[in-house]
């Protein structure tokens, strides 16, 4: 390949990204600062990228570990609950990719429009965002609570949603198209209510914003665990160390729940601090069960040490 075709080559590469940053409605240098705190991989737009061995090890942390966690974190405002759901017993996880939508007015919507169109941007605004998933993304946005003509997807940008993202979505708003959205196999949505009508009088406002879901706040890339309970949104940076702490809890109550089967010790052992010689036995019992344990021996070690169990 000669020198100019990969100049060529090079200048498409940064007029694609510098489209996708003014396609923003804060810049991706803003968006970077405002998750300062990850300092791991990111996304072109700056969302922080979660590793995929740590989604996968999410679907087995609660939302009652996980919200605990965070509260002792300082971390207050992460949880949300009341939606309806496509599927009562189907959780998912991934990382948040953010949307904002308010009422329409003639001028907003207009320019919003004109821009988008100049930008590569097709149909309504509430499709724009679907356009920038990917794999392990879940969309979260934010409708007001509108129900009526505030229905953000129906079954067929259902099936794009997750065609890109093997996950499902978040809204405070509805959807419509219920029993289409069914047929979705292993798709869910958390709604605020069904309704037959179509979006009307809504446009998009913000993307890749920081946006509030009922009383929670959401930040692009966060760990989004949305289960029967209601949906936790888990900072980026924290993610790592709320699935170890979890994982952690998990194995102590597991262990604990077979000592007491056992007889080997008394509910007020083992609900309270441990002594050396309980905690002995559970380093023996990790030793004899290696497959219980989902992170590596190491990380496990490495956390225990100088932990008050």
Request: net charge positive; hydrophobic share 40%; glycine share 10%.
């Amino acid at each position: 390949m000669n020198l100019t075709i990969k100049t060529s080559l090079l200048a498409l590469g940064i007029a694609f990204l510098a489209c996708k940053v003014k396609a923003q409605t804060i810049p991706k240098e803003e968006l970077i600062y405002l998750t300062s705190d990850w300092k791991g991989e990111r996304f072109p737009d700056g969302r922080p990228r979660i590793p995929d061995e740590l989604l996968e090890r999410a679907k087995n942390v609660g939302i009652e570990e996980a919200w605990t966690i965070l509260s002792n974190e300082g971390y207050k405002c992460q949880f949300d609950g009341g939606f309806k759901m496509v599927h009562e017993n189907a959780p998912f996880v991934g990382r948040a990719l953010t949307a904002a939508y308010m009422p329409s007015r003639p001028d907003l919507e207009k320019n919003i429009k004109d821009r988008g169109a100049k930008q590569g941007r097709k149909g309504n605004t509430n499709a724009w965002a679907i356009d920038m998933l990917s794999k392990g993304d879940v969309y979260v946005a934010d409708g007001f609570g509108k129900i009526a003509e505030g229905t953000l997807i129906g079954d067929n940008l259902g099936n794009s949603i997750f065609a890109k993202t093997g996950t499902g979505v978040v809204f405070n708003a509805s959807s419509r198209d219920l029993d289409g959205l069914r047929q979705i196999k292993g798709f869910n949505a958390f709604v605020r209510d069904w309704d037959p009508s179509y979006l009307k009088d809504v446009v998009l406002t913000g993307l890749n914003t920081p946006i509030r879901i009922g009383r929670a706040i959401v930040l692009p890339g966060d760990l989004v665990i949305a289960k029967s309970e209601g949906v936790i949104f888990i900072p980026a940076h924290l993610a790592e160390k709320v699935i170890l702490t979890a994982e952690f809890i998990s194995l102590r109550d597991t262990f604990g729940i077979q000592m007491l089967k056992e007889g080997k010790y008394s509910t007020g052992e083992i609900d309270n601090q441990w002594t050396d010689k309980i905690k002995e036995d559970f380093l023996k019992w990790l030793d004899k069960n290696p497959g219980k344990i989902p992170m590596s021996r190491a990380k496990l070690d490495e956390y225990m040490k100088g932990r008050t169990w």
